[in-house]
């Protein structure tokens, strides 16, 4: 009995080693294999959206363009970086569902101690040995589960690049902004070193009985509304600097806005409405969410049928009862038969997902048609006002010429050139805001359509839309998308389910 008994002892320390080889040699590949590459998660996603951007190299006192504006924007704003790491879990979640089409491979091992009458006084047995399991039945949920995941890494995507696209029309309202209020600032100044001089010479012309008290309080009134005026157009800029430097990660302060981009010829209404609805971004996020929506309607539904799963266990030692046992096959069926309208609840709750999809995606087909028409004609609005204030400006020049000679002649009045002079700077004035409103209308439209990281920075479009019809429901109708000819569609889902 006692070499019997030392004979187990010593397979069990045998086993143990055994199993303490095996269990680091297996930790040691699994911390390997679930090593990630962080850096190709963050490559991943910059690629997205940035994909022949480059930083400027220039000196920080180099005048700065709107293209290199929108360029630091893409590469430094820390909103698309949150944006794309939401981007890499997307993935990771879909890469997780997909695993779990995949059989499972685990080591496991058991030690139980038995202290009693029954088993003869203290016992310990040690059991080891791979597990694998496997699911072969599941109704096709897991199935819909992972194509309701790949849609979703979709829709996060879109929603990454239609954020660029946000950020870069942000950037661009910042950067002419500041630009249009420098160049009021310039404006206002020339005016008021013009009127400092007009306030000297009316001064002099006083002190010789030539003017009349009367009109160097009139010149030097408008001077100071002039000033009050260009204190207000400098704190506009340094506020437009700051939401720029803020947007650019880049100092903006002192440094001269170069503009370089010139607005392109204005399409027609049709071709605009029929690349919007190839182009914007939350469509294509919005067409994905019903796509994952249906889907998630099939992998509840798919939870009706019954599931088969295989569980196989290898020993490579066995000290419990029956100990001659090398391997174990379970073979699991469960059939659901009263789940306490569980999975109905939950069917029900995909399908009113599915149609919430439905509804929010007419709503984006609607929002962004009337954000194209909207951007259009706020173009051809502002463009008009632009050839309206460049002729204003010609002929308030004009009246002031006149005014001038007229009261240096004694013609005219002091205030007759004050209303002239006062008339040149407000057309001047709204010159320089409407041809910066001028560009702006110009890249919102851009945005609207979709295009405006193509159309500055020429990043690539967005590749096409699939052709494949949407999932549809009978109960909900929805907007067609921009610039079809159909007001609507209906139709019947794929699996006829209700």
């Not at 990771?92 to 685990?106: I, K, M, V």
């Not at 030539?210 to 207000?232: G, K, N, Y």
């Not at 995606?361 to 173009?379: G, I, N």
């Not at 409103?437 to 890249?443: D, G, V, Y």
Request: glycine content about 6%; charged content about 25%; aromatic content about 4%.
């Amino acid at each position: 009995m006692s070499c019997l008994g030392s004979c187990r002892r010593t397979a069990s320390r045998v086993a143990c080693c055994l199993v303490t080889i095996i269990s680091t040699t297996f930790v040691t590949l699994l911390l390997g294999a679930c090593a990630t590459d962080q850096q190709a998660d963050v490559d991943l996603y910059r690629d997205a959206y940035a994909p022949v951007v480059t930083a400027s190299s220039e000196s920080p006192d180099a005048p700065l363009s709107l293209e290199q504006a929108l360029a630091c924007t893409v590469l430094r704003n820390e909103r698309l970086a949150v944006a794309g790491e939401r981007h890499v879990q997307a993935l990771a979640e879909r890469q997780r569902r997909g695993a779990a089409l995949l059989p499972t491979l685990d080591f496991g091992a058991v030690l139980n101690a038995h202290d009693g009458e029954d088993s003869g006084g203290r016992r310990t047995t040690f059991d080891a040995g791979p597990v694998a399991q496997y699911d072969l039945l599941t109704g096709m949920s897991d199935f819909a589960d992972v194509q309701s995941a790949e849609f979703d890494a979709d829709v996060v995507r879109w929603l990454l690049l239609d954020l660029r696209e946000a950020l870069l029309l942000e950037t661009a309202q910042a950067y002419y902004t500041a630009w249009a209020a420098d160049r009021l600032i310039e404006v206002l100044e020339s005016s008021v070193r013009l009127q400092e001089e007009r306030l000297r010479d009316v001064e002099a012309r006083n002190e010789v009985g030539l003017a009349r008290p009367l009109d160097v309080a009139q010149i030097e009134a408008q001077v100071s509304l002039t000033r009050a005026t260009l204190l207000e157009a400098q704190q506009v800029s340094r506020n437009a600097r700051t939401a720029l430097a803020l947007l650019t990660d880049e100092p903006i302060s002192g440094r001269t806005l170069s503009d370089g981009w010139t607005p392109p010829e204005l399409p027609s209404m049709e071709s605009l409405l029929a690349a919007s609805a190839a182009h914007r971004l939350d469509l294509r996020a919005a067409e994905d969410s019903v796509r994952s929506a249906r889907r998630r309607v099939d992998a509840e539904i798919g939870r009706y049928a019954p599931s088969v799963s295989v569980n196989l266990e290898y020993f490579l030692t066995r000290q419990s009862i029956p100990a001659e046992r090398d391997w174990l096959a379970v073979l699991t069926v469960e059939i659901p038969i009263f789940s306490a309208g569980r999975i109905e609840a939950d069917v029900r709750a995909a399908w009113s997902r599915f149609r919430e999809s439905l509804l929010e995606l007419s709503l984006a087909r609607r929002t962004v048609a009337a954000d194209v028409e909207q951007a259009h004609q706020r173009v051809q609005s502002v463009a008009a006002r632009v050839d309206e204030f460049r002729h204003l400006v010609v002929l308030a020049g004009e009246t002031l010429r006149q005014a001038d000679g007229s009261y240096s002649a004694g013609l005219g009045t002091n205030l007759e050139r004050l209303v002239a002079q006062d008339s040149l700077l407000s057309a001047q004035l709204e010159l320089a805001r409407v041809e910066a409103e001028r560009k702006i209308a110009a890249l919102a439209l851009l945005r609207a359509v979709g295009t405006l990281g193509e159309g500055t920075l020429g990043l690539p479009a967005p590749p096409e839309p699939p052709t494949a019809p949407l999932p549809t429901s009978p109960f909900i109708h929805i907007a067609a998308p921009p610039g079809a000819a159909t007001a609507g569609i209906a139709d019947v889902p794929s699996n006829g389910a209700a």
